[in-house]
C-alpha cells in the first residue's frame, strides 16, 4: 500500500481555476502500475456519499464521472509519485472535499471499494 496527501485545495472565486495534487509516499516502487481516482464529498453528506471525478490507469488512461462536464482534468507524472487533477471554471456545486484513491491495479477503476488506499482530502469552496 501507499500513503496519499491531496493538496491544493482552497477558496476559489467563481469563474476561478485550480489544480489539486496527490502525492503518494511508502511503498511507491510500483507507482507507475497505480490505478489513481479523484472523489468529492459535497457538504452535508455522509462520508459514505462520495462521488467520482477521474480516474486514471498507470499507462493514462483516464475515464470520468458520469456528472463531470468536461471541466475537470486528470493527469500524472509517474517520476514524481503525482497525480493532478485540474478543475476550470469553478462553480457552486464544485464545493466539497476532495479525496484521492489508489491501488495497483490494472484498467480504470469506477467502484470506489476497489481502491484500498485514501488520502484525508482537501477542501475545495466556490467563494460565491
Known amino acids: 500500500q501507499v500513503q496519499l496527501e491531496e493538496t491544493g485545495g482552497g477558496l476559489v472565486q467563481p469563474g476561478g481555476s485550480l489544480v489539486l495534487t496527490c502525492t503518494a509516499s511508502g511503498s511507491t516502487f510500483a507507482w507507475g502500475l497505480f490505478t489513481v481516482g479523484w472523489y468529492r464529498r459535497a457538504p452535508g453528506k455522509p462520508l459514505t456519499q462520495h462521488e467520482l471525478?477521474?480516474?486514471?490507469?498507470?499507462?493514462?488512461?483516464?475515464m470520468y464521472g458520469d456528472s463531470i462536464k468536461g471541466r475537470f482534468s486528470i493527469s500524472r507524472d509517474n517520476a514524481k509519485n503525482m497525480v493532478y487533477l485540474q478543475v476550470n471554471s469553478l462553480k457552486p456545486e464544485n464545493t466539497a472535499v476532495y479525496y484521492c484513491?489508489?491501488?495497483?491495479?490494472?484498467?480504470?477503476?469506477?467502484?470506489?471499494?476497489?481502491?484500498?488506499?485514501w488520502g484525508q482530502g482537501t477542501q475545495v469552496t466556490d467563494s460565491s
Open positions: 484513491a489508489a491501488r495497483n491495479y490494472r484498467g480504470c477503476i469506477l467502484i470506489s471499494s476497489i481502491f484500498n488506499s
Open positions: 471525478v477521474a480516474t486514471i490507469t498507470g499507462g493514462g488512461t483516464t
